[in-house]
């Protein structure tokens, strides 16, 4: 499954990566990528815990990247 995932450097320098689609899935770590590992097990346990309670599932995303040159 695929989610999107918005990553901010905070102002202490830290990286806070929040999945949007899914409420108050938050992580954070030292570097971008650490990050992305942390919020990627978040993200895990936010799912496992959706269906062990019965939720549903929000259905994965699909986009694309498009670039332009200006």
């Given at each position: 499954m695929k989610f999107r995932v918005i990553v901010e450097e905070d102002e202490d320098?830290?990286?806070?990566?929040?999945?949007?689609?899914?409420?108050?899935?938050?992580?954070?770590g030292t570097t971008r990528e650490d990050a992305?590992?942390?919020?990627?097990?978040a993200i895990k346990g936010y799912l496992a815990s959706l269906k062990k309670h019965g939720e549903p599932v929000p259905p994965s995303i699909?986009?694309?990247?498009?670039?332009?040159h200006a």
């Open positions: 320098g830290a990286y806070v990566a929040v999945c949007t689609s899914l409420p108050g899935c938050v992580s954070q992305l590992a942390n919020v990627k097990d699909r986009e694309e990247i498009v670039e332009v």
